[in-house]
């Protein structure tokens, strides 16, 4: 490839993955061991930096080497309602809500035909639940209590304890759950 492609892309990659974390040159200096005028010197496109150099920044802003000098990727994806994963149990859908795995967290669309009941298996220890009812009529059992949430009630509680959602109105109940894994200093 062109080596001022490389220089041009690198440059441009950098200052976006720079300020999509909210680092300023300066953080990043002191996060990747690199000067912050050699930083400012790739911002604006001076070529030839060092593997050295080019690690240290990519280590600091967690990305590979290749995504450093890559054309850069576009800032967004559409996702159609199709294209996202879909499980299907007896009466509800379980929808991913957000298209990428992100590790440990689970966010999940569910909608409940009338009547239609879903047991969760508990989480690993320490994890918390959020559901979140958008429409309809959704209960909620853990092991100890029964709360019946309406349209804009959110509920947090233990993940890691029998749990099972009912649709207890006359039509379909969507919610969306949010499982957060070991989330410390959440009181529930």
């Known amino acids: 490839m062109d080596p001022d492609r490389l220089s041009a892309h690198l440059s441009r990659n950098l200052r976006l993955l720079r300020e999509a974390r909210g680092l300023t ?26 593997l050295s150099v080019m690690a240290r920044v990519a280590g600091a802003l967690g990305v590979t080497l290749e995504e450093l000098v890559s ?42 035909a009338p009547g239609a009941r879903l047991t969760g298996a508990p989480h690993s220890p320490g994890t918390r639940e959020y559901l979140i009812c958008e429409t309809g009529q959704l ?43 070991g989330a410390v200093g959440v009181p529930v």
Not at 142 to 157: K, N, Q
Not at 167 to 177: P, R
């Open 25 to 50: 040159q300066q953080e990043l200096a002191q996060a990747s061991g690199v000067p912050r005028p050699t930083l400012a010197r790739l911002e604006c496109g001076s070529p030839n930096p060092t």
């Open 71 to 112: 054309p850069p990727k576009t800032f967004g994806r559409h996702y159609r309602v199709d294209e996202l994963p879909i499980r299907h149990r007896p009466g509800v859908a379980l929808r991913a809500v957000v298209p990428d795995a992100v590790p440990g967290l689970t966010v999940e669309r569910m909608a409940f």
């Open 139 to 181: 209960a909620l059992r853990t092991a100890a209590d029964r709360w019946v949430l309406e349209p804009g009630d959110v509920i947090v509680y233990r993940g890691d304890q029998p749990h099972a959602y009912t649709n207890v109105g006359k039509g379909e109940a969507v919610a969306y759950t949010i499982v957060v894994p």
